[in-house]
């Protein structure tokens, strides 16, 4: 059973760094084929994907955010972190982190519950 | 503006048949990439609905079903009910952005 948790602030102020942390269960990211993705969603507006990490760390990024993104793992602690710099009231979101699957590209089959990220001063 | 193209809004009766179309371009569901789609709750997180087009995963009714064809893909929902009620979204993959896309999503309202 795969399951999947977003942890970090819920409230950051412009112009500082937002940390998130995905830490997951049922997988692992040092096995063939899996990874983790997030995908953030303002308000009242659609979904967003921000990045993916694959089991051999190869990384890919949204290129409208790639110069401020970063996606790092730590697999044996079985987590995936989100850095994004320079936050901005447009940031304002709540940001998913999800199973990736299928092979490349991929589909998202298990997604964590969501934290809502304000950023505000 | 999203990179696919949903209608923002469908509804129908309970019992009825809907449909959402999911419009892309030729960088993406028409270069041949597969369309997934994800029913999101009121207040949830999205949860895979139709994956590679046309198949559904485990638990999900046979009442929702996808296809695909060129540059579009096409989520219907059979047998309408009330806890069908939620937002929809395409999913796919474009080629020229290197970058996976989402539709704007579209609100079902089951009447």
């Known amino acids: 059973q795969i399951t999947l948790k977003e942890s970090g602030p819920t409230l950051v102020k412009p112009t500082q760094t937002l940390t998130l942390t995905c830490t997951f269960s049922?997988?692992?990211?040092?096995?063939?084929?899996?990874?983790v993705g997030w995908i953030r969603q303002p308000p009242g507006k659609a979904l967003e994907w921000l990045t993916v990490i694959y089991w051999d760390d190869d990384k890919r990024y949204s290129p409208s955010l790639k110069s401020r993104l970063t996606i790092t793992k730590d697999t044996s602690k079985n987590q995936v972190v989100l850095t994004l710099t320079n936050m901005d009231p447009v940031d304002t979101a709540t940001y998913y982190c999800a199973h990736g699957t299928g092979g490349d590209p991929y589909y998202f089959d298990y997604w964590g519950q969501g934290t809502l990220v304000t950023v505000s001063s | 503006q999203s990179v696919l193209t949903q209608p923002p809004s469908v509804s129908g009766a309970p019992g009825q048949r809907v449909t959402i179309s999911c419009t892309g371009s030729s960088s993406d569901i028409g270069a041949g990439y597969d369309v997934h789609w994800y029913q999101q709750l009121p207040g949830t997180a999205p949860k895979l609905l139709i994956y590679r087009n046309s198949n559904r995963p485990s638990g999900v009714p046979d009442r929702f079903s996808g296809s695909k064809s060129g540059t579009s893909a096409s989520l219907a929902i059979t047998g309408l009910q009330a806890e069908d009620e939620a937002d929809y979204y395409c999913?796919?993959?474009?080629?020229?952005?290197?970058?996976?896309?989402f539709g704007g999503g579209t609100k079902l309202t089951v009447l």
């Open positions: 049922g997988f692992s990211l040092s096995t063939s084929g899996e990874g």
């Open positions: 999913q796919s993959y474009d080629n020229s952005l290197i970058n996976w896309v």
